[in-house]
């Protein structure tokens, strides 16, 4: 199930670290002279100075010491290390790779933007919990709880990763495979303390912030074209020698024509102007419709401006259609309108475990045992008491790392599979009704529970409430200076062993 965007803003979180120790001085030296002895005062003098200096340099080069020392950016008051940075580095890495892939050339070409998002999620971070703590925020005894279920957890997991010989070894290895050299169980905790208090603040400070009927209606008529999603056929022609202007228009004034009548006759008759090696794509209905496009996106770039302007014309309706020749007649199009979605309908919910599968690309035999899976849970459902809590029921105790169960709420025609779409919306559908649908993330037990709220409405006051979010975070980011230090860049590890486990 595809969700709606989280409109709140992504937060990952440091902490300020504390200095370690800096490097051992040097022994103190007894000072008193022995005659004839000064040859030897000097060489011993010069052995201290050089093992010192060695001492220094593998403290500094051989170990942690830089990374949990030397400044890499510097926000208000707090100066953060390599390793502080290394939790806001990697977090803003993990999101971006998600969108543009890992692949070593791309991520390269990306390193300053991660960076630079690194750094924008640590100045708010520690911009909030500044003005937390001015309000005299600690942690509550449940987040204290809570972090220390979760460090539990990590340092049973490193536990289990020492037995497979892969250099981890205790907990301070399992925070360095993730974030970074020089992350331990100390900045870790501090990391952890900085998030939790900083994100209450900013939820605390949000949260009241309530959105009227009219708040929803202002910002529709002024963002439609943003909302709206527009669906039409379009067939263009080229004049050139082999199709004069005149049989152009005639050509397309065919099309449209027809399909006034019916609309199934579009790609037909679009079919019998292409070339050969293209008609096998046009045997399919779909080579002519352009689906779901907003009206924001069709700039004079990628839509000709007399065509964007026909589809965008709010009186349009269903079955609307025309020719349109381009000013210096190289084109002609055949237009026809299918719909102008505006989401302006009752949104549906509904309960769902989820059998996760690679739809797109998974084996044929490893889908057919996720459907497999899926119809066992929806036959024990249906053996059994069939209501929502016996459904509800099933789902808790089948879920685990492939198996997921929720309850979406307000989910949009736009939001599912169209297989999903189709039953969700399906006129004769009741609370109580259930399935087993093809999704995008796999394979779907469904649960009927009854219709939501206006799907419009939902979507803009999600969209206000995260704008009223934003605006405060910049408010109280703009409180706090931040700044890289360019000599400590290096100490931030920009690829950690777990990169490569992606």
Known sequence: MRDRKDWYETMSASREKKLRKAIPAAPVQNNQKKSGSVPKIVAIVLVCVLLVGAIGASLLFSSNW???????????????????????????????????????????????????????????????YDAAKAENYELTAEEKETIEEDVKTFKETADTLKTLNIGINDFNDYMEFFYGTGCNEENYRNYIEVTTIAQRYLKDKTEGYTVSADDISKYYSEHKDELDLLTYRQFTIDVNDTMTLDAAKAAAQKIVDEAKVDESTFTKNAAELVAEDRKESYKDDSATLMEDVKPSLMTEQYVYPAVAQWLKDAQRQKGDATVIVREDNTKVYALYFVSREDHDYTARNLHALLVSADIANGKEEDLKKAKEEAQKYLDEYLAGAKTADAFIAIAEKNSDEKVEKALYENVGKNDISDEMAAWLYDESRVAGDTALLEGTAGYYVTYYVGEGENYREVVIEEVLIAENYSKFCESVREKVDASLVESGLKYVSTQTAATYYQ
């Not at 990697?90 to 991660?114: F, K, L, P, W």
């Open 66 to 128: 830089a990374y949990n020392n030397m400044t890499a950016a510097k926000i208000g008051q707090h100066n953060l290390t390599g390793a502080d940075l290394n939790y806001f580095y990697r977090t803003a890495y993990s999101i971006i790779s998600s969108q543009y892939g890992t692949d070593s050339t791309v991520m390269g070409y990306m390193g300053e933007v991660i960076m630079q998002q690194a750094l924008d999620d640590a100045h708010l971070t520690y911009a909030a």
